[in-house]
């Protein structure tokens, strides 16, 4: 099936922890995003990279990092998590420029941290 | 970066009546799109605008792109149990940036 898919769905974690959610398309998009869900469904970017490269780094604390080994694959590496994280993240692809076909994204990683 | 307003934040409707949802936005955008998001599932594309004045319809669904292209609407009609869902507006910043408002969250009554 093509699709944007993530893994894992689901991530409880202790605090200080380090965590990473992969993230692969097959779609042939060259853009790739993460976002952020918070528990009020508000939902807001925090990176995004076309054919490996960073384009948008939205104010995301440093402990997020963000890898691309290639223009199918985002990572989302998280260090010494926070109670705030706790939320929902999810990945998306694109072409660029976007036009009217939007985003497609994946089904998101719960991460909950106690 | 700029913001959306997306109302009403929560609708509560009988099986087959119609909906209206509508986002404005204080900033031009180019591009307006409508997503649905279902529980434990990512947003879904419903209508793509990008064109000021268009209007599009998508089966039972019809969007608007507003002529000062600050503004857009969702119309749902004959509402069925699986439109049960969050409703999500964006806006195309730049290239590649979606600007999603804070999501509309519709309840059907059977």
């Known amino acids: 099936d093509t699709a944007v898919s993530q893994t894992p769905k689901y991530l409880v974690t202790q605090m200080g922890n380090d965590k990473s959610i992969k993230c692969e398309q097959n779609?042939?998009?060259?853009?790739m995003y993460w976002y952020k869900q918070d528990s009020k469904k508000f939902l807001k970017i925090m990176f995004s990279y076309n054919n490996k490269e960073l384009i948008i780094n939205e104010t995301v604390p440093n402990r997020f990092s963000p890898k691309s080994p290639d223009k199918a694959h985002l990572n989302l590496h998280i260090n010494s998590l926070e109670l705030g994280d706790s939320a929902v993240y999810f990945c998306a692809s694109s072409q660029v420029p976007i036009q009217g076909y939007g985003y497609t994204f994946g089904s998101g990683t719960r991460l909950t941290v106690v | 970066g700029q913001q959306l307003n997306q109302s009403p934040q929560s609708m509560f409707i009988q099986e087959g009546e119609d909906v209206s949802m509508n986002c404005t936005s204080s900033s031009i955008f180019n591009t307006w799109l409508w997503y649905k998001q279902d529980p434990g599932e990512g947003p879904v594309l419903l209508i793509a605008?990008?064109?000021?004045?268009e209007l599009t319809s998508n089966g039972r669904l019809t969007a608007q792109f507003g002529i000062t292209r600050k503004d857009s609407f969702l119309n749902i009609s004959a509402s069925i149990p699986s439109d049960v869902g969050i409703y999500f507006c964006?806006?195309?910043?730049?290239?590649?940036?979606?600007?999603f408002g804070q999501g509309t969250r519709l309840t059907i009554n059977p």
């Open positions: 779609l042939g998009h060259d853009t």
């Open positions: 964006a806006g195309l910043e730049g290239a590649q940036k979606l600007v």
């Open positions: 605008l990008y064109k000021a004045g």
